[in-house]
């Protein structure tokens, strides 16, 4: 299986300030034949399903913000949240597509400070 | 609006079967794979599986062989069966489309004796 390691595992952040949450996989996330990155990015915030905020890299999915940005290459990956707000409270995810089984990062939880 | 609703059996004893189907309101069935995802207590994303229209499978080997699932394309309905569960399968239990654009309000299944 495809490893995710997120860090950090915990996001303390200031209002208006920007924040980043890093992704790896222990593999190439790169699809060669279509030059597509399988890497999606979630948003789970308290009490409710998870919402996709990234698809493949660096989509924004409908209605997600544009301070939302996904960025990276290979195996290593950003999340970058340019001016954090209140309503981004919740823990992020990463998630691979370019392998069965999908396999997802243990999560990073963003605080409001 | 696409719409997920999931019902099924929220409490099991050990070595019973967990039974639990989805219902797809205001979207078009054949155009996605059709996925189930878990999250035990406090901890993070698993994948489970997915199927299509045709039902065509792909499973997460962690559950051990021990996760069926099925299609009802008539009512717009896929479904997700765990033999043998034991307390470990507790979790919520969600369904989603296979670009996770789309979530189920999710479900917590316990197994306890």
């Known amino acids: 299986d495809i490893v995710m390691t997120q860090t950090p595992l915990s996001l303390p952040v200031t209002p208006g300030e920007p924040a980043s949450i890093s992704c790896r996989s222990s593999?190439?996330?790169?699809?060669?034949?279509?030059?597509?990155?399988?890497l999606d990015w979630f948003l789970q915030k308290p009490g409710q399903s998870p919402q996709l905020l990234i698809y493949t890299l660096s989509n924004r999915a409908s209605g997600v913000p544009d301070r939302f940005s996904g960025s990276g290459s290979g195996t290593d990956f950003t999340l970058k949240i340019s001016r954090v707000e209140a309503e981004d409270v919740g823990v992020y995810y990463c998630?691979?597509?370019?392998?069965?089984?999908?396999?997802f990062g243990q999560g990073t939880k963003l605080e409001i400070k | 609006q696409v719409q997920l609703q999931q019902w099924g059996t929220g409490l099991l004893k050990p070595s019973e079967t967990l039974s639990l189907t989805c219902g797809l309101y205001?979207?078009?069935?054949?155009?996605?794979?059709w996925s189930w995802i878990r999250q035990a207590p406090g901890k993070g994303l698993e994948w489970i599986g997915e199927?299509?229209?045709?039902?065509?499978?792909n499973y997460n080997p962690s559950l051990d062989g021990r996760v069926t699932m099925f299609v009802d394309t008539s009512k717009n309905e896929f479904s997700l069966k765990v033999r043998s569960v034991t307390a470990a399968d507790t979790a919520v239990y969600y369904c989603?489309?296979?670009?996770?654009?789309?979530w189920g309000q999710g479900m917590l299944v316990a197994v306890s004796s």
């Open positions: 205001g979207g078009s069935f054949s155009d996605h794979y």
């Open positions: 989603a489309n296979s670009y996770m654009d789309t």
């Open positions: 199927i299509n229209h045709s039902g065509r499978t």
């Open positions: 998630m691979q597509r370019m392998a069965f089984p999908w396999t």
């Open positions: 593999q190439s996330l790169l699809d060669n034949d279509n030059k597509k990155t399988y």
